[in-house]
T-cell receptor, first 114, second 110 residues
Framework: NAGVTQTPKFQVLKTGQSMTLQCAQDMNHNSMYWYRQDPGMGLRLIYY???????DKGEVPNGYNVSRLNKREFSLRLESAAPSQTSVYFC?????????????FGSGTRLTVV | DQQVKQNSPSLSVQEGRISILNCDYTNSMFDYFLWYKKYPAEGPTFLISISSIKDKNEDGRFTVFLNKSAKHLSLHIVPSQPGDSAVYFCAASTGNQFYFGTGTSLTVIP
C-alpha cells in the first residue's frame, strides 16, 4: 500500500541511550516532516526536509538530528534520550513545501524514555 | 506560544445531530487551513481544507467555515455518525509548514 511507513512502532529507551526512527514514503513526495505529539500540546514540528539534500529546524529541534537519506527516506535520531522525549512521533510527507494538499502521515512511533 | 488553538478538548454528540468543532488562530498570515481526523494508534488523515480567499468549503457531510476577521474556523459534521468518533486537529499554514491545534476528541453516541 502506498503511504508513509515508520519503524519501529514502539520503543522503550533508557535515559542516555540513542536510537534512530526510520521513515520511508513511496508517493514520490519531495517534502518530509517529523512531528511529535504530546498530551495538551498537539502536533509540533521537530525538523523538516523541503527536498532531498535539505533539512531545516521546526518548532522543537533540540535533542534531535535528522538525515534525508534519499528522496524516499527521512530519519530522526535521538543521540542521548531524555524522559522529556517520551512522546508519539509522526513522520509525514507532502508533494512540495507550501503544497496545499496536506500531509500524509505515518502511523506513528510510541517512544518511552525511562 | 500556540498559534492555533482548539479550546474544547472533548465533545459528545448524539448520532444524527450536528457536530461543531472550533478552532482559533492568532497569525493573520495563515493562508490555508485544514482539518485532520485521527483514530487511536493511527496517524492523522486529511479531512477537508479551505483557502483564506474562501469562507466556506463543503465535502459531503463535512463543511468548514472560515471567519478571517475573527480568526476562527469551524468544522460542521451533519449528520454525525458513530464512525466519526475520533480526535480532530485543525492546522494552519503560512506556506512552509503547518501549525496544529491541540485536538478535540469527538464522541458520537449511538
Amino acid at each position: 500500500n502506498a503511504g508513509v511507513t515508520q519503524t519501529p512502532k514502539f520503543q522503550v529507551l533508557k535515559t542516555g541511550q540513542s536510537m534512530t526512527l526510520q521513515c520511508a514514503q513511496d508517493m514520490n513526495h519531495n517534502s518530509m516532516y517529523w512531528y511529535r505529539q504530546d498530551p495538551g500540546m498537539g502536533l509540533r514540528l521537530i525538523y523538516y526536509s523541503a527536498s532531498e539534500g535539505t533539512t531545516d529546524k521546526g518548532e522543537v529541534p533540540n535533542g534531535y538530528n535528522v538525515s534525508r537519506l534519499n528522496k524516499r527516506e527521512f530519519s530522526l535520531r535521538l543521540e542521548s534520550a531524555a524522559p522529556s522525549q517520551t512522546s508519539v512521533y509522526f513522520c509525514a510527507s507532502t508533494l512540495t513545501v507550501g503544497s496545499n494538499y496536506g500531509y500524509t502521515f505515518g502511523s506513528g512511533t510510541r517512544l518511552t524514555v525511562v | 506560544d500556540q498559534q492555533v488553538k482548539q479550546n474544547s478538548p472533548s465533545l459528545s454528540v448524539q448520532e444524527g445531530r450536528i457536530s461543531i468543532l472550533n478552532c482559533d488562530y492568532t497569525n493573520s498570515m495563515f493562508d490555508y487551513f485544514l482539518w485532520y481526523k485521527k483514530y487511536p494508534a493511527e496517524g492523522p488523515t486529511f479531512l477537508i481544507s479551505i483557502s483564506s480567499i474562501k469562507d466556506k468549503n463543503e465535502d459531503g457531510r463535512f463543511t468548514v467555515f472560515l471567519n478571517k476577521s475573527a480568526k476562527h474556523l469551524s468544522l460542521h459534521i451533519v449528520p454525525s455518525q458513530p464512525g466519526d468518533s475520533a480526535v480532530y486537529f485543525c492546522a494552519a499554514s503560512t506556506g512552509n509548514q503547518f501549525y496544529f491545534g491541540t485536538g478535540t476528541s469527538l464522541t458520537v453516541i449511538p
